[in-house]
């Protein structure tokens, strides 16, 4: 059990999977943050939260972030009995922010701090994939940066690789007055694709990749997907026109995630590619606000009784 009194803080990025066609095995993170204080108390949970989609949000032992700190405590052979948890959160809910992700990281570092057990990146990211069920985000929220991920068949371990992003790339997140629910977004996907569909996401895929961790550059074309956006660009009117929009400063865009979010990765004209978008989703009928945000390239940070560190404090990779 945890002694009462014992405090833990946790600060956990915003993340940015799939990259368009990138499905299921890449992610970035951005400077939209989850904020967390813990103190643990010797029974019962009360959760105390500021920020996007109150509503949405349990106050009680059901909480995400209470989740994984409970499983957190498991796998170090402890229990929490109870905790306060202080919660400021900025990323919107159900839009393609990671919103999940960040919850489930959060709660393994807080559990494992509470316990006072020292947990290292790969070990977070091996319990987090656990509950989330997807490497591509977990791994974003814990190693910052840009990260391809995968699940071993074979030992069930997830094995990443990071590239740091340059911060002279700015990343556009326009997001419609309308969410889009995972499980919806999954549901609309076939069950069979061609092998030219395929290849083509292969293709580009490789390309993205080399591109993030040699710094060669990036255009629009490697962000092209026939796997998950053809399918989920009808649920939201809007989002099909964001994605064939073109601007002389546009490095990339994408849906964020499963959507709702539309991101565009631009080299300048950030404020004109976000008005844009937003004029593209109203057009359709659907109002949208945009954010400008950077590039996050620390992950998850904690401050607990062993001081301030970043969960991976020698991240790897070249900058695009």
């Given at each position: 059990m945890t002694a009462a009194g014992s405090t833990a803080s946790v600060i956990v990025p915003a993340t940015s999977a799939n990259l368009g066609c990138a499905f299921d095995c890449a992610a970035l993170a951005v400077q939209l943050y989850l904020r967390v204080s813990a103190t643990a108390c010797a029974s019962g949970f009360e959760v105390v939260y500021r920020g996007a989609n109150t509503e949405q949000v349990s106050n009680g032992e059901d909480n995400l972030i209470v989740k994984s700190m409970q499983r957190s405590?498991?796998?170090?052979?402890?229990k929490i009995g109870g905790a306060r948890l202080d919660v400021d959160n900025?990323?919107?809910?159900?839009v393609g922010l990671g919103s999940s992700a960040a919850a489930i990281v959060a709660g393994i570092a807080l559990g494992a701090s509470l316990c006072s057990a020292m947990i290292d990146a790969e070990t977070a990211l091996q319990l987090a994939n656990e509950i989330e069920g997807h490497p591509?985000?977990?791994?974003?929220?814990v190693y910052g940066g840009m990260v391809v991920?995968?699940?071993s068949e074979e030992s069930s371990r997830v094995l990443v690789a990071k590239s740091e992003v340059s911060q002279d790339l700015d990343f556009v997140v326009v997001t419609p007055d309308m969410p889009l629910p995972t499980e919806k977004a999954r549901a609309v996907l076939p069950k069979e694709y061609s092998r030219k569909d395929l290849v083509g996401n292969?293709?580009?895929t490789a390309l993205l990749t080399a591109s993030f961790f040699s710094g060669k550059g990036l255009t629009p074309e490697l962000f092209h997907d026939r796997i998950h956006q053809p399918y989920r660009s009808?649920?939201?009117?809007?989002?099909?026109?964001?994605?064939?929009?073109?601007h002389e400063g546009l490095a990339g865009i994408f849906l964020s995630g499963a959507g709702s979010s539309?991101?565009?990765?631009?080299?300048?004209?950030?404020?004109?590619?976000?008005?844009?978008?937003?004029?593209?989703f109203r057009r359709q009928g659907v109002g949208a606000q945009a954010r400008v945000l950077k590039a996050?390239?620390?992950?998850?940070?904690?401050?607990d009784s062993a001081g301030s560190r970043t969960l991976n404090p020698e991240p790897a990779g070249a900058k695009v």
């Open positions: 405590a498991a796998h170090f052979g402890s900025q990323i919107p809910l159900g591509d985000n977990v791994a974003a929220a991920a995968m699940t292969l293709q580009r009808p649920l939201i009117p809007g989002i099909a026109q964001c994605l064939a929009y073109r539309v991101m565009a990765i631009s080299r300048h004209s950030a404020n004109q590619i976000g008005a844009a978008l937003v004029e593209q996050d390239n620390r992950g998850t940070e904690v401050l």
